[in-house]
């Protein structure tokens, strides 16, 4: 793989010289730096392509022009691609970890509010969201407590939703998959009088890919946008999403000296239990005000509400010896609802000092956010079995999941501060700061206060970025970033006690180009934080230190007239230092690739006929923290097709998806036995990889 790299760093390097040379034919342009559409003549709708994204408070923002890691997943690859879950979609960036609950990006975790934002609001990210309600996602790599407030390091997840479009809209999709199942959607759209509405419809019923398995995803969505007046728009949003995943394998994990053995059939219900799954439901409401003052002057105002159950009773299947023998859990202690309300407000403007132009950001962004345990949850034993003669238990102890104490609250608010300063057409600089207050509070099931913390601090970030030529920009930032202390676990002197906040530090060195039909990036960073593990004495506590570094490359567009990709490839030295005992210190993370890639081509066969192919390549991961033990790398491809054509003047979309083609078995989504990504047991646990699936559907506009 190291050649593999090599050969795609020498791929990236030789376009990047031929974009300074092409340079050389237009000279007019090297000091245009205005906003321009450089490929306009090039770029197909709905391309691969994508040339802006959302920076948090500083707004929409060129993708070349600004100083971080951004990679966005454009609708064309969520539509053809059939896609139904932000995991799904993650998958396309190889430098972010999306199998988990929890989405975290150059091998850091995200926190369960801080990291996740729907719309620029903080929403909850350990529930489900169907990629059919959202227009895109963007993905912001690296700290960005300066740009949002407290965060973890784990890069910020923005989650565009669908809005009004210009024409009058009414498509219709019916789609089926291999395990029987049958997906109906309406998305509707139009226009009356100051109004705007799009309405989404969303019912797929049927079975999964393990015998007696079934999924249940229902959506129902409506934005509302209100036009004031031309300077003035009201958006809102509302939406219902319940999702059920019932049957499926279980996830594995080890027991102390037990490493993963090959991984088995996942179409096997026999690591699963029939009723064991997910039964999750996520209401969400926003509103959200844009007032443009003048073409310099932009008000954004915005709140968001959240409420998000989840029953889960998906098993445990801890293998206790290497011989395959294993013991079948439920877990139901952890919280079965989540409620948050965000809000945002950002003022954006430009003013001028004298040669310098600066556009100024004055803001606020923060979040209330509450848990809720069952009261009757805990740990229940299934039965036990071995891979050699597995069984399948029945479900018991299950709680009333609507019995519930408020276990925790949280809150955060902070003051943010931008400045993008323009020295010239080729240097400028951007300085962001955010002042912030978070508190956190524990409760016991009888309503006592059992914990508590309030501190506040400064997160900031600068870059330097200069452009050689209008296509080019080369940029350093660096970024301290404050971030939530962790809690204590259960089992140390002092379990359910908030450690005070974290600080973490990264610098990024990075380089980006805008060629006439393809985006290319490449980014080198390294992110240092602290880490907290239970010490000899049993006090959880600060002992250690994260530090990973690791390399970026990324291309998106279109490589000739009838050839389009996305994708690129990422190298990650993730270790952990100054640990407990002297042979973890300096090792590589439990579930951490050093190299991962993928890229997705679609070449166009004749026009409205595309095939589509995509590789997706994950190395060996350690699970075990002295490195003792890995599971070995694996690589899967998946194949397509669509056809779009005219029905009676109507368009007419025709799609066909192979996943997996291989029919690959593997490991994913290992994770170390804490979720900050170490404990003194260091039991990982992970799931089985989907095996080879097939979906299709028919889309008709009319």
């Not at 190291?2 to 030789?14: C, D, E, I, K, P």
């Not at 934002?117 to 169907?130: E, F, K, M």
């Not at 902070?414 to 020295?423: R, Y």
């Not at 970024?479 to 002197?493: I, R, V």
Request: proline share 5%; charged share 15%.
């Amino acid at each position: 793989m190291n050649n593999t790299l090599s050969r795609t760093t020498l791929f990236f390097a030789l376009l990047a010289a031929g974009a300074a040379h092409a340079t050389d034919d237009e000279p007019q342009k090297v000091n245009d730096l205005s906003p321009v559409d450089v490929h306009a003549a090039t770029k197909k709708p709905d391309s691969l392509r994508v040339d802006d994204a959302t920076v948090g408070p500083l707004g929409s923002l060129s993708r070349l022009d600004t100083p971080y890691s951004i990679n966005v997943v454009p609708q064309r690859i969520i539509a053809n691609q059939q896609l139904k879950s932000i995991a799904d979609a993650l998958r396309y960036l190889p430098s972010v970890q999306g199998d988990g609950a929890r989405p975290q990006a150059r091998g850091i975790q995200g926190s369960v509010v801080q990291n996740s934002r729907i719309d620029g609001l903080n929403a909850v990210s350990t529930t489900d969201y169907p990629l059919e309600q959202f227009d895109r996602i963007e993905v912001l790599n690296g700290p960005a407590g300066g740009l949002y407030g407290p965060a973890n390091p784990a890069g910020s997840f923005n989650y565009v939703q669908l809005r009004p479009v210009q024409d009058h809209l009414e498509r219709f999709t019916l789609g089926t998959s291999s395990s029987s199942r049958l997906q109906r959607e309406a998305d509707i759209s139009g226009h009356a009088g100051r109004f705007g509405m799009r309405a989404t419809w969303l019912d797929e019923n049927g079975g999964n890919y393990t015998d007696g398995s079934k999924i249940r995803r229902q959506l129902a969505s409506i934005a509302l946008d209100y036009y004031l007046s031309p300077s003035t728009t009201i958006e809102s949003n509302f939406s219902h999403y319940r999702y059920v995943s019932k049957g499926l394998p279980g996830t594995f994990a080890l027991g102390t000296g037990v490493h993963f053995p090959e991984a088995p059939d996942p179409t096997r219900s026999v690591y699963g239990t029939d009723l064991g799954g997910n039964d999750n439901t996520t209401d969400t409401g926003s509103i959200k005000l844009r007032h443009a003052f003048s073409d310099d002057w932009k008000l954004t105002a915005g709140v968001l509400r959240q409420i998000a159950d989840r029953e889960s009773t998906n098993p445990t299947n801890t293998l206790i010896n290497n011989a395959g023998t294993y013991r079948t859990t439920i877990g139901t202690a952890t919280a079965s609802r989540f409620t948050i309300t965000s809000n945002m407000v950002a003022l954006n403007g430009k003013v001028q000092t004298g040669s310098i132009d600066h556009a100024v950001t004055i803001g606020t962004t923060g979040f209330e956010w509450n848990n809720y345990n069952p009261r009757a949850g805990g740990t229940v034993t299934l039965g036990s079995a071995s891979l050699a003669s597995p069984r399948s238990f029945a479900l018991v102890g299950v709680p009333d999941f609507t019995s519930r104490y408020q276990s925790a609250r949280a809150t955060q608010q902070s003051v943010n501060l931008a400045d993008d300063i323009t020295f010239s057409p080729k240097w400028s600089a951007l300085i962001v700061e955010s002042q912030s207050w978070l508190a956190t509070h524990n409760y016991n099931p009888a309503g006592a206060q059992t914990s508590s913390s309030a501190d506040n601090g400064l997160s900031s970030a600068g870059s330097l970025i200069f452009k050689p030529v209008w296509n080019m920009t080369t940029y350093l930032t660096y970024a301290d970033s404050l971030q939530q202390g962790d809690t204590a676990p259960a089992g140390s002197t002092n379990a359910g006690a908030i450690l005070a906040p974290f600080r973490s530090k990264q610098w990024e060195l990075g380089y980006k180009v805008a060629l006439p039909a393809v985006n290319l990036s490449a980014a080198l960073f390294q992110i240092k934080r602290p880490f907290a593990f239970t010490q000899a004495n049993g006090d959880f506590s600060v002992a250690g230190e994260q530090r990973n570094r690791g390399l970026e490359l990324m291309a998106d567009g279109n490589a000739t007239d009838d050839l389009s990709i996305f994708g690129g490839v990422s190298w990650l030295d993730a270790k952990l230092f100054d640990t407990p005992t002297a042979n973890t210190s300096g090792k590589r993370i439990v579930g951490l690739p050093k190299v991962t890639a993928n890229m997705l081509l679609e070449y166009r066969v004749i026009n409205g006929l595309y095939a589509e192919f995509n590789a997706r390549f994950v190395g060996a991961r350690p699970t075990d923290n002295a490195n003792l033990t890995s599971v070995s790398s694996y690589t899967t491809f998946d194949a397509g097709v669509n056809y779009s054509t005219a029905l009676d003047r109507h368009a007419l979309t025709l799609r066909l998806g192979v996943n997996n083609l291989a029919n690959r078995r593997y490991w994913t989504n290992i994770v170390p036995g804490g979720l900050n990504g170490y404990t003194a047991a260091g039991n990982a646990s992970a799931a089985i990889g989907a095996p080879r699936t097939v979906q299709t559907s028919v889309q008709l506009d009319i």
